[in-house]
T-cell receptor, first 112, second 109 residues
Framework: NAGVTQTPKFRVLKTGQSMTLLCAQDMNHEYMYWYRQDPGMGLRLIHYSVGEGTTAKGEVPDGYNVSRLKKQNFLLGLESAAPSQTSVYFC???????????FGPGTRLLVL | GQNIDQPTEMTATEGAIVQINCTYQTSGFNGLFWYQQHAGEAPTFLSYNVLDGLEEKGRFSSFLSRSKGYSYLLLKELQMKDSASYLCAVLDSNYQLIWGAGTKLIIKP
């Protein structure tokens, strides 16, 4: 059981470039989440999904898009990266909203 | 707005007891979580409280008072490996987790 995995682990982008972060889970969880974590702030929810084929906006969705074509995968896209998107991105999954969330190891993104 | 407050940093001595407080003001309440996060790593689940009272799990205990919008995490017999950030998070009326900024706990020998 790998749990929740994220790729890549680290990435440097130039302003205006695009990229996709991949999250995969092997626990058959319905719910998946994308967060960003910035110094001095709590985790902030970007987008989430309550099942295959569904997505919803979280607290800070602007500048990001997501897709959940397969139950085990949740993709986060940045169409045109900005320095304000420099952050650590965590993916998480869970059985239901009120259940424990299991986190991936994170992706450190630097936008120059 | 929704708000979760916890101290930014605390220091304690190996072998001692420390209490980390969390106060919250959220739109609705469907439970409170505590997570541990070591530097450079992912958060990991510690406890979940939805009813008032104390939940004990080994060296860690978590308390909740819904009427006061208050919780604490109690760590006993502190070990060096307990040096980490402790995150308080509340599940609001939309079943979304609202996270505090975390309390960095420093353990000294």
């Amino acid at each position: 059981n790998a749990g929740v995995t994220q790729t890549p682990k680290f990435r440097v982008l130039k302003t205006g470039q695009s990229m996709t972060l991949l999250c995969a889970q092997d626990m058959n969880h319905e719910y998946m989440y994308w967060y960003r974590q910035d110094p001095g702030m709590g985790l902030r929810l970007i987008h989430y999904s309550v099942g295959e084929g569904t997505t919803a906006k979280g607290e800070v969705p602007d500048g990001y898009n997501v897709s959940r074509l397969k139950k085990q995968n949740f993709l986060l896209g940045l169409e045109s990266a900005a320095p304000s998107q420099t952050s650590v991105y965590f993916c998480a999954s869970g059985l239901a909203a009120q259940e424990t969330q299991y986190f991936g190891p994170g992706t450190r993104l630097l936008v120059l | 707005g929704q708000n979760i407050d916890q101290p930014t940093e605390m220091t304690a001595t190996e072998g001692a007891i420390v209490q980390i407080n969390c106060t919250y003001q959220t739109s609705g309440f469907n439970g409170l979580f505590w997570y541990q996060q070591h530097a450079g790593e992912a958060p990991t689940f510690l406890s979940y409280n939805v009813l008032d009272g104390l939940e004990e799990k080994g060296r860690f205990s978590s308390f909740l008072s819904r009427s006061k919008g208050y919780s604490y995490l109690l760590l006993k017999e502190l070990q060096m490996k307990d040096s980490a950030s402790y995150l308080c998070a509340v599940l609001d009326s939309n079943y979304q987790l609202i996270w505090g900024a975390g309390t960095k706990l420093i353990i000294k020998p």
